[in-house]
């Protein structure tokens, strides 16, 4: 069971949280080609979060994966780098 947990320190509203759960299990079973009920991903919103004494916007992700196909991580990195891009 593919796992994936985001971590930010900016304020997310339901409706936004709810679009990122649904956008990264999208995400994560195209990449691995498994089936979207078999993704578990979780969104914590308003951590207390520095990148050394920097309290900028930040975002964490943790992935964990039982079997995962190490083929697969170039893609799946490249994705969530996509996905969480802001121009």
């Known amino acids: 069971m593919p796992y994936l947990k985001l971590q930010t320190n900016l304020e997310l509203s ?4 709810k679009n990122i759960l649904n956008d990264l299990v999208s ?3 195209k990449e691995l080609d498994k089936p ?3 993704v578990m991903t ?3 919103d ?3 979060m520095h990148f ?4 900028d916007p930040i975002v964490y992700i943790e992935f964990r994966s039982i079997r995962f196909p190490e083929d ?3 893609a799946l990195a490249k ?3 996509n996905f969480l891009r802001v121009d």
């Open 14 to 17: 339901n409706d936004r949280k």
């Open 27 to 29: 995400l994560v079973s």
């Open 36 to 38: 979207e009920k078999y």
């Open 42 to 44: 979780i969104v914590q």
């Open 46 to 48: 308003g951590q207390i």
């Open 52 to 55: 050394g004494s920097a309290d």
């Open 72 to 74: 697969k991580t170039k």
């Open 79 to 81: 994705s969530l780098s």
